[in-house]
């Protein structure tokens, strides 16, 4: 049955950190990779308070907090704050009932309130210095309404079905090992053939529901597949329904996914929080496509019941598992349609690919197309789009033309840190894609969801702007008494902002429908379908057919001061905990500066450095000189640069822009002329739910039409000059100042997909010994193979500058040819014991340049106590005498052999020996399935064992592998067993 009753294309809508390390080369953790809970440290208690202790431990403070009930499952991090400071990133329990963080700021011992937060918020401390601000207002800004309407079904129709292979049908990528769901609906055109292919991923969300009784491992939903009360997943793939449909209904195949056995462990087990398993899940959906539309069988071993699941066997599990959900939909489901693994066969072009993701999925499509990427063959992906995203690792994405949309009154992820996914890849690779953004104002962080919106699902919703407090505030809040002021969309309105912008950009970024093109390219024009939808776009044009004048993200010659101007070269916020190179850009709380709020795994790594401009005077500014071979701009649409008003600025300031040509003749006018929102403060209120949130940083886009300047007999092929001037803004005050970037000529284009193999950059953290007294511990970078260009990251180690492992961050750049670097990291030994084990913190390789972040670019190393452990604690095996990270990575990475000379008889015993150890290093050895041994490397870094063969093997081969607790060095072997002689008893 075909869809054309669904021609209503929206539904009813609009009528932590981590214990697990991530692969082999981040060497692997004592006792499981886990950090030692709090029971076993028996640490000294020295504050504590309701639910919440803080305990001396190796270098600082244990800090935890028992929570009352599970830890809400939401696209932030959750963190501990001290006194209205938050103190880290916390490690969740498995239960989601306790938080914990490990800090070496002594103020912790005396604190009077710990409570839980998030990441994105900030703290009431920062808050309150903020609270003073005036109210500002939204601008009329009578920008271009667009005509083409997204909104408007297509002239096909469509099947609707669902496949289910079981809870644990695939295993996930950097997640502690488990195994996740392989499931999702399908939305094919009924038009035959290959269509283009677009993938839906949600995000971190509630991931189980019903009266049943949970299952203590968090995931599947049930303690036993066939528990009853039934206890169900929820199904947040189905809450983009509006979205898939009008892709549909344009002839595109769109498959949206099930990640919640990912949402369900990420905080516990991932130390990127979930990044690559999700992006994984992605070219896994991928590999299961290729095979249904070639044909071939597709079946999957669903470990959860313990049987094979075919494709048409999923197809009707996913309609049983509708129906089974049905009651939890207040306004009902409708009726799937009968497709079977035949109907698939032909039906997806993946030679055209578009991936979607939502808030944490939004960094799970970054990760998919970053190890796309990678591969030898990668998929054809054309385009992607982070739709209100985390951005936790600071990756860069080449290649690929990129939409990320930010809500402006999101309370989940409300630093909008997706930001960065922009601002860091825009210059990383010189290639030939645009990357726009989208803000939306007046929309939360989970309308975009159906499934994650009060009223149309009835299990874990809510408005994420929905506390209280933030519901009376008079921008964003929802209550009646604030109506008359709030930006606020209704989550109709905001269905369908989402539904245009996201099924638009595919259609323009895959399907070359450029009518499309003003609503990313910056332009500002919003279709007149939305009704007047405040919607703002900024973009940088793909590199072919952009000539960057001057980016203002270092000093340049070009660049001059004009009278009582200053422009100093800035980045990131203040209070880094490693020195910066650059001064801070502002000092306003984390969730008012997305440009500059600081990413979970590399705090410290600079973030998007522009030029700050003050002035004293009208007039004052800055001139920037344009070079000889680019001052024909005769090719070019726009001259563009983007601004903000500097955090000083209380509600607004202006700039008088000029631009001259090689004869003398010039062209000027006001930047709120071209922009009225680029140097006016973003909308608040004087409310203290607004202070520390709202009332944002962020660069708009402002333009300059090359035929205005033309009409106004300007020279367009000889601009010699472009001046900034300031000017008496709204504030009133001739004094001013504003962040300034990325001046430049730039056409209106999409550019050019690439499927192409880049350079992996990673992070090699071996363990080591905590030392006698300060010194250093060493972490390699490297990549996979030498490159041809010079590449760049940026590598941290996760400590803190007084703990046991010290905090360190440093700009590495391989020239062609080079493959490994090593970054000495503080560390604070001393001679003592202590009461626990070990300190564990994460190592990382961010923000990257020239090579793609690899799998193992973020995870862990462990500092062992080696003075002795206290209370009878057990001790970490031996790390060893460690030598040049580099060598031993090389080491790593090449593996060595173990095993015996010649044939071992069944019931004798076998002298298993290996080489290329540490001196000193705790080796474990496993032969079969016997019970693993321990043993200690000789000066030499040699080991050897005697293995006791048993008289009865099953086969003629026993597997034996070795693995160094210090290295991570694997090696393998076998050992050749023949049988035991007649009448012996072994």
């Not at 290729?290 to 094979?308: F, M």
């Not at 030939?432 to 803000?439: H, P």
């Not at 550019?751 to 992996?760: E, F, I, K, P």
Request: glycine share 10%; net charge negative.
């Amino acid at each position: 049955m075909g869809n054309s009753a669904r021609r209503v294309i929206v539904p009813a809508a609009t009528a932590v950190l981590s214990s697990a390390l991530l692969a082999a080369l981040i060497v692997p953790s004592p006792a499981g990779a886990a950090p030692a809970p709090p029971e076993e440290l028996a640490a000294a208690e020295v504050a504590a308070g309701p639910n919440w202790s803080v305990e001396r431990a190796p270098g600082g403070y244990q800090v935890t907090v028992e929570l009352d009930a599970a830890l809400p499952i939401r696209g932030d991090a959750p963190t501990i704050v001290v006194d209205g400071e938050p103190i880290g990133l916390a490690t969740e329990s498995g239960d989601g009932r306790s938080l914990t963080v490990f800090t070496a700021d002594a103020a912790v011992a005396e604190a009077e309130t710990v409570v839980p937060g998030w990441s994105s918020e900030s703290t009431t401390a920062a808050a309150g210095a903020a609270e003073a601000s005036p109210a500002t207002e939204v601008p009329a800004a009578g920008l271009e309404q667009l005509a083409a309407n997204p909104l408007e079904p297509g002239p096909y129709d469509w099947t609707e079905s669902i496949y289910a292979f079981g809870d644990q049908a695939v295993p996930l990528a950097a997640i502690g090992g488990i195994r996740g769901e392989l499931e999702g609906k399908l939305y094919l055109p009924t038009t035959g053939g290959a269509r283009p292919t677009v993938i839906l991923l949600h995000g971190r969300h509630g991931s189980c529901y019903g009266p049943g009784e949970a299952n203590p491992n968090r995931w599947p939903c049930a303690p036993s597949p066939d528990a009853q009360p039934a206890r169900l997943s929820i199904p947040s793939y189905l809450g983009y329904d509006g979205t898939a449909r009008a892709l549909a209904s344009h002839g595109y195949a769109v498959v949206s996914i099930s990640a919640n056995a990912v949402n369900a462990n990420d905080n516990q087990l991932a130390a990127d929080q979930g990044a690559q398993a999700r992006g994984q899940l992605i070219l896994d959906t991928l590999t299961m496509l290729d095979r249904a539309t070639r044909g071939r069988r597709v079946a999957y071993d669903d470990a959860w019941t313990g049987r094979e699941v075919t494709l048409n066997q999923a197809l009707a599990a996913g309609t049983a598992a509708l129906a089974a959900r049905a009651d939890a939909f207040p306004g009902g489901v409708g009726p799937l349609d009968t497709v079977t693994a035949a109907d698939l066969r032909g039906r997806f072009d993946l030679s055209s690919i578009g991936l979607m993701g939502h808030s944490r999925g939004g960094e799970g499509v970054t990760s998919a197309a970053v190890l796309n990427q990678a591969l030898e063959q990668p998929w054809a992906i054309e385009s992607i789009l982070p739709l209100a995203p985390v951005d936790f690792g600071r990756m860069t994405v080449p290649d690929v033309p990129m939409n990320v949309i930010l809500p402006y009154c999101d309370g989940d992820v409300s630093n909008q840190q997706g930001q960065h996914l922009l601002d860091d890849s825009r210059y990383a690779f010189d290639d030939d894609a645009l990357r726009s953004g989208v803000w939306v104002m007046g929309a939360n962080h989970n309308f975009f969801n159906t499934v994650w919106t009060p009223g149309l699902f009835s299990f874990s919703v809510s408005d994420d702007w929905g506390s209280a407090a933030r519901r009376v505030e008079p921008t964003c809040g929802t209550d009646p008494s604030v109506a008359d002021t709030s930006i606020r969309l209704t989550p109709a309105e905001q269905y369908d902002v989402g539904t245009a912008y996201m099924s638009a950009w595919f259609r323009l970024t895959m399907g070359g429908e450029e009518q499309f093109l003003p609503m990313f390219d910056g332009s500002g024009a919003v279709p007149a379908a939305l009704g007047g939808a405040d919607v703002r776009s900024v973009s940088t044009a793909p590199a072919g057919s952009r000539s960057t004048v001057v980016s203002f993200e270092e000093t340049s010659p070009l660049v001059t001061t004009v009278g009582g101007s200053t422009a100093t070269v800035c980045a990131s916020l203040s209070g880094r905990t490693v020195p910066p190179s650059l001064p801070p850009c502002a000092s306003t709380p984390s969730a008012v500066a997305p440009h500059w709020t600081p990413a979970s795994n590399g705090g410290n790594v600079p973030a998007t450095p522009l030029t700050r401009l003050t002035w004293s005077a009208p007039g004052d500014g800055l001139a920037v000189a344009v070079p000889a071979a680019q001052r024909d701009a005769s090719r070019f649409e726009r001259l563009s640069v983007k601004l903000a008003a500097d955090e000083t600025v209380q509600v607004g300031t202006e700039l008088v822009v000029s631009v001259a040509d090689g004869a003398g003749a010039s062209w000027s006018a006001p930047v709120s002329a071209l922009n009225p929102y680029a140097l006016v403060r973003m909308p608040t209120s004087a409310a203290e739910a607004a202070a520390s949130t709202l009332k944002k940083l962020v660069l708009q886009q402002v333009d300059v039409p090359i035929a205005d300047l033309a009409a106004a007999g300007l020279d367009v092929t000889v601009l010699t000059e472009v001046r900034f001037a300031g000017a008496a803004g709204s504030d009133g005050t001739p004094a001013g100042a504003a962040y300034v970037s990325d001046l430049a000529f730039e056409n209106s284009a999409v550019g050019r997909a690439r499927s192409r193999t880049w350079r992996t950059i990673d992070v090699y953290a071996p363990n080591t010994d905590e030392g006698d007294g300060p010194g250093t511990t060493e972490v390699a970078v490297y990549l996979d193979a030498p490159s041809s260009v010079p590449v760049t990251g940026y590598v941290s180690v996760l400590g803190s500058a007084t703990s046991r492992a010290g905090a360190t961050m440093r700009k590495v750049t391989f020239a062609p040819g080079e493959t490994c670097a090593v970054v000495a990291a503080s560390r604070q030994g001393d001679d003592a014991p202590s009461a626990s084990a070990g300190t564990q913190v994460k190592a990382s390789v961010v923000n990257t340049s020239g090579a793609v972040m690899g799998r193992r670019s973020i995870g862990f190393t462990w500092l062992r106590e080696d003075d002795g452990v206290l209370d009878g604690a057990a001790p970490l095996a031996s790390y060893g005498t460690p030598g040049s990270a580099c060598e031993e990575l090389a080491r790593v990475r090449a593996g060595t052999r173990i095993g015996a000379r010649g044939v071992v008889r069944a019931g004798a015993d076998a002298f298993v020996t290996a080489a290329g150890f540490r001196a000193g290093e705790t080796v474990r050895i496993t032969v079969g399935s016997m019970a693993p041994v321990d043993v200690v490397a000789d000066a030499a870094g040699s080991v050897a064992h005697t293995v006791a063969v048993p008289a009865e093997v099953d086969g003629r081969y026993l597997a034996v592998t070795g693995v160094g607790a210090g290295t991570g060095l694997t090696a393998t072997g076998q050992l050749v067993v023949t049988s035991a002689p007649r009448g012996s008893s072994g």
